[in-house]
């Protein structure tokens, strides 16, 4: 994955983006069939701490890894069927909640609680996913396909 002047973002190897596609897909299926909740609980898995926290999953903040989680955060919406404006607002309402930023961080004028890095790297995670150049894994067994929200084992680079 690049950000937005064409540097690689570095991510964790226990987030895959075609894992974290995959889900995002699923749950739209899930929902598709009637599993509508207005809160998803894979959101969570982004929240500070969370299993999908990339700048975080060591228990302390890693900067090498600042831009993955948006990024991830767009790929996994894009899966999802979200429509790219609701996702930021959803991420802007928990960085409202949450967030803490150097006051020095530029953020967006429209998505007030985000900083411009974030917006645009959520906009990568979707483009990556719309281009199809980040394609998920096969469904797995409905036997195992349940949307706990455990990320599966397989690394991969995107």
């Not at 903040?61 to 600042?66: D, N």
């Not at 803490?100 to 483009?127: A, C, D, F, Q």
Request: aromatic residues 10%.
């Amino acid at each position: 994955m690049l950000d937005r002047f064409g540097n690689l973002i570095y991510r964790p190897k226990k987030l895959d983006p075609k894992e974290i596609l995959r889900q995002g897909k699923a749950r739209l299926e899930e929902e598709n069939k009637g599993a509508i909740s207005y809160t998803d609980p894979a959101y969570l898995h982004f929240d500070h701490g969370g299993a999908w926290d990339g700048q975080r999953l060591k228990g302390y903040f890693q900067r090498e890894f600042l831009d993955a989680t948006t990024v991830l955060i767009g790929i996994y919406c894009c899966g999802k069927g979200l429509p790219e404006s609701e996702c930021l607002d959803i991420t802007n309402l928990f960085a409202w909640a949450k967030g803490t930023y150097p006051s020095t961080t530029r953020m967006h004028p429209v998505y007030k609680s985000l900083p411009v890095r974030n917006v645009i790297n959520t906009h990568i995670g979707y483009e990556l996913v719309r281009s199809g150049r980040i394609k998920p894994y096969p469904p797995r067994p409905a036997s195992v396909n349940k949307t706990s929200g455990a990320v599966g084992s397989m690394a991969g680079r995107a």
